[in-house]
């Protein structure tokens, strides 16, 4: 379970962009967290992990207080949290392969990874993540030459390949299309499921929120002004988030009709030789 209590994060001009958050995530819960730009949406996932230091709070991730550890120690209990970023975070000139084994950084250190130098067991387990998620044939590509819903996956195995407990996911879909938007969200609470995974989504599209996810935790203004299931998002709630507008359109039930494979580009170039792509180690 991750808990958050009292978390405060105020910047030296003063602005407060987290007031007080309380907050519980039970494990294998998909959370999504929506709000307007500025509510503290990003700011509250990277408190978590201390991408950016809270100014006041505790964050514990089961029994270990993550805002008290050390360099050290919080680089391996970083081990525990996986990251999606909304612009992928992958190293362009390096292959799909290698960007996702960049996930073991955290267990190898640097030097091992900067060699390539993994352990079978982590290049075996870079496939069949890359295999569930749709790449199997793109192992050897490189990053820039694949699309935006082709990289967001890479970033997901990357992340998975951590081991996590927590996958802490910041809009995920900002940058696709509505189609691969819904496929990347459907896979993403698909891994949670299998794997038994909690995980925090910040997400802009509340439709879409509400397709997918389990529970939704509204912020206004660095603070939390909803919480509870995605049906209970109604015109008033979502007027306190957001403020005033017209929501018949955004509370309207969508059916979600994506019946396509996850891949969302051609597959058909061959499948690499494993023997050989183990060389890297």
């Not at 050390?70 to 612009?87: K, N, V």
């Not at 819903?149 to 390949?161: C, S």
């Not at 018949?248 to 499948?271: G, N």
Request: proline share 5%; with cysteine.
């Amino acid at each position: 379970m991750l808990r958050l209590e009292k978390l405060v994060k105020r910047y030296p001009t003063g602005d407060e962009a987290l007031r007080g958050i309380d907050l519980e995530v039970p494990a294998g819960q998909v959370m999504a967290l929506i709000g307007p730009s500025g509510a503290g949406k990003s700011t509250l996932i990277r408190c978590i992990n201390r991408l950016v230091e809270p100014s006041s709070g505790r964050v514990l991730l089961g029994q270990e207080e993550l805002t008290s550890l050390g360099a050290g120690a919080l680089r391996r209990a970083r081990r525990r949290m996986g990251m999606i970023f909304q612009e992928y975070a992958l190293v362009e000139r390096l292959s799909v392969m290698e960007n996702v084994l960049s996930g073991q950084l955290g267990y190898v250190g640097f030097w091992k990874s900067w060699l390539r130098r993994f352990p079978q067991s982590a290049i075996d387990e870079a496939f069949r993540l890359l295999e569930r998620v749709g790449l199997d044939t793109m192992v050897d590509k490189r990053a820039d030459e694949l699309s935006g819903g082709q990289r967001q996956r890479v970033g997901i195995a990357r992340a998975l390949i951590q081991d996590p407990e927590i996958l802490l996911v910041d809009e995920p879909t900002a940058s696709l299309d509505p189609k691969t938007s819904r496929q990347i969200m459907r896979l993403i609470c698909e891994l949670c499921e299998e794997r038994g995974l909690a995980a925090i989504i910040n997400i802009h599209d509340v439709a879409l929120a509400q397709m997918f996810v389990q529970r939704v935790v509204g912020l206004q203004l660095g603070k939390i002004v909803y919480d509870g299931p995605p049906d209970g998002l109604s015109a008033e709630a979502l007027t306190e988030i957001y403020g005033e507008e017209d929501w018949s359109a955004t509370i309207r039930k969508v059916e979600d009709e994506e019946t396509e494979p996850p891949a969302d580009e051609d597959t058909t170039s061959p499948l690499p030789d494993r023997e050989r792509l183990a060389g890297i180690t």
